[in-house]
C-alpha cells in the first residue's frame, strides 16, 4: 500500500507546483504590465526634459531607477505587514488613522485616470510612428483607442494569461530589437550628443529632468495591492508572489530603459519629429523598417492598450468598493458599484471613459503633454506609503530600514516639488486633494464605516470572478 501511496502524492505535489508556477508566471507578468509600458514615453520624456542632451540620458535614468530600487525596498517589506492586498491606504490608515487613507485613495483615483489616458495616447502615437498617414487622425485614433478598450473592459477581466502574454511579447521583441542595436545596428542617427542651446547641464541638468521621468515608476505599487486576487494563496503564498513579482519587474524595467536609452546614446537618435516616438526611432535605426520594427511597435501599441485596460478595471473597481454597493464601503453612492454580470462595475467605466477622453482630446492625442501630470499623481500615494513604513520602522527599531524609508520618501517628495514648480501639473495634485477631501467628508457623513484601509484590497476583488480552490 505505502508503495501505491507514493507515486500518487508525488504526483499530487508536481501537479500543485505546476499550478503556482502558471500562477505566478500569468500574475507576475499581468501585474508588471503598467511599468513595463512606461518604458514606451518615460525615456523620451526624460530626453525632452534635458532638451535633447544624449549625453546626460543614462545619468538621468539611471536616477530614476535608483529611486524605483529604493521605493521598491519599502514595498518589499509591506507584502510582509499587509500579506492580504491593500497597498498604500493600508498603510497609511494603519500607522496614521484610517481617515488619512483617503490620500493615497484620492491619488490612485488620479492616477487610474491618467494611465489610461496616457497609455491609449501613446498607444496611438505608436502605431502612427508606423502609419504616418494616420498623424492627421491622432485625437479621432486615441479616442477610438480609448473607446475600444473601454468596450472590451465591459465585458470583464480578459484573464491574467492574456495580460502575460503582452507583456512576454513586448519584452521579448525590446530585448531583440537591444541586441540587434548593439551587434549589428541598420544606421545611426546624426544627434548631437550635447546640449541644444543654452540649458542647464551636469547635475543640476539631471535634478531638473529626472523628476519627469519618474513616469517611468507608476505601477511599481500594483502589486502590494494586485495580491488580494490571489485568493486561492495562503499569506505566505501572496506575500511570496508580490516580493517575486516586485523584483522581478524591477530587473526588466531596469534592462528595458537601460538596454533602449544606451542605445538611443550609442546610435545617437534624439528627439524624434512629431509624428514618431523615441523609441520608434531607436528600433528603427536599430532594425530597420522590416519584421522586427513592425513587431516592436506592434507589441508596443499592445502592451500599452493593456495598461490601460488594466486600469479601466481598476479604477471602477475602486469606486465599487467605495460605494454602498455589494458590501462596498458605503462612502460614495451605490449606483457607482451597480455591476453587470461579467462583474465590470459599468457606470464606474462610464466615469473614467469620460474622464479619460476629456484628458486625451486636450493633451491633442500626444502622451508627452501628460507625462508631467502623470509624474505627480503616482508620487502622492508613494509618499503616503514610505512615510507610513517609515513610522513602523522607527516603532520597530529598525534604522536601516527606516533610513532607506526616508531616504525613499525624501526622493518623492523631491520629486513632485520640481514637478509641481513646472506649473501646470499642480493640477494632479489638486485632483488627488480635492478627491481625497471629497471622500472623507462622505466618509464621515455616512458615520464613519470601518474598511477604508482594505479600500484598495476590495477593489482587487470587486472585479475578479470567484478564485479556483486553494493551491495547497
Known amino acids: 500500500m505505502t508503495s501505491q501511496r507514493q507515486p500518487l502524492r508525488s504526483g499530487r505535489f508536481a501537479s500543485v507546483i505546476r499550478s503556482r508556477s ?67 491606504a493600508a498603510a497609511t490608515g494603519a500607522a496614521f488613522g484610517e481617515g488619512w487613507a483617503f490620500l493615497p485613495l484620492g491619488a490612485l483615483i488620479v492616477d487610474y485616470a491618467l494611465t489610461i489616458s496616457i497609455s491609449v495616447a501613446a498607444g496611438a502615437s ?8 494616420l498623424a492627421p487622425l491622432r485625437i479621432p485614433l486615441a479616442l477610438g483607442l480609448l473607446v475600444l478598450v473601454a468596450g472590451v473592459t465591459w465585458f470583464g477581466h480578459g484573464g491574467r494569461v492574456v495580460f502575460a502574454t503582452m507583456t512576454i511579447a513586448f519584452v521579448v521583441v525590446g530585448l531583440a530589437v537591444i541586441t540587434r542595436g548593439f551587434i549589428a545596428p541598420v544606421s545611426h ?21 529626472f523628476p519627469v521621468a519618474m513616469a517611468l515608476a507608476t505601477g511599481v505599487e500594483a502589486p502590494s495591492s494586485a495580491i488580494a486576487q490571489l485568493g486561492q494563496l495562503d499569506d505566505r503564498g501572496r506575500r511570496r508572489f508580490g516580493r517575486i513579482t516586485l523584483w522581478l519587474m524591477l530587473v526588466i524595467v531596469v534592462t528595458l530603459t537601460v538596454g533602449l536609452a544606451g542605445l538611443a546614446v550609442s546610435l545617437r537618435v534624439g528627439v524624434p519629429a512629431a509624428n514618431s ?39 471602477p473597481g475602486l469606486l465599487k468598493a467605495l460605494s454602498g454597493e455589494a458590501g462596498g464601503i458605503g462612502v460614495l453612492p451605490g449606483w457607482l458599484g451597480r455591476a453587470n454580470r461579467h462583474h465590470t462595475p459599468y457606470w464606474g467605466v462610464v466615469v473614467f471613459l469620460a474622464v479619460s477622453a476629456v484628458s486625451v482630446s486636450a493633451a491633442g492625442g500626444r502622451e508627452q503633454r501628460l507625462v508631467l501630470f502623470y509624474a505627480v499623481a503616482v508620487f502622492a500615494a508613494f509618499l503616503c506609503g514610505l512615510l507610513a513604513m517609515s513610522r513602523f520602522f522607527r516603532a520597530e527599531r529598525r534604522w536601516t530600514l527606516l533610513a532607506a524609508s526616508l531616504a525613499g520618501a525624501t526622493a518623492v517628495a523631491v520629486t513632485l516639488a520640481i514637478n509641481v514648480a513646472r506649473g501646470y501639473p499642480i493640477v494632479s495634485l489638486v485632483a488627488a486633494l480635492l478627491i481625497a477631501s471629497a471622500l472623507h467628508t462622505s466618509w464621515v457623513r455616512a458615520g464613519r464605516p470601518r474598511g477604508v484601509v482594505r479600500a484598495e484590497q476590495l477593489a482587487e476583488v470587486a472585479t475578479q470572478p470567484e478564485p479556483a480552490g486553494p493551491l495547497r
Open 277 to 315: 516616438t523615441q523609441i520608434a526611432e531607436v528600433a528603427r535605426t536599430a532594425a530597420g523598417d522590416g519584421s522586427l520594427f513592425a513587431a516592436f511597435q506592434i507589441t508596443t501599441a499592445v502592451l500599452l492598450l493593456a495598461a490601460a485596460s488594466s486600469s479601466f478595471q481598476a479604477g
Open 22 to 88: 502558471i500562477l505566478l508566471l500569468a500574475f507576475a507578468f499581468a501585474v508588471m504590465g503598467d511599468p513595463v509600458s512606461s518604458v514606451a514615453y518615460a525615456i523620451e520624456a526624460a530626453l525632452r526634459a534635458l532638451h535633447g542632451d544624449l549625453g546626460l540620458l543614462l545619468a538621468t535614468v539611471g536616477v530614476v531607477l535608483a529611486i524605483i530600487a529604493l521605493v521598491s525596498v519599502n514595498y518589499h517589506h509591506l507584502y510582509a505587514r499587509f500579506p492580504e492586498g491593500g497597498g498604500d
Open 126 to 133: 505608436a502605431i502612427i510612428a508606423y502609419l504616418p498617414a
Open 189 to 209: 542617427g546624426s544627434a548631437p550628443l550635447g546640449p541644444t542651446g543654452h540649458h542647464a547641464t551636469g547635475p543640476l541638468a539631471v535634478l531638473l529632468a
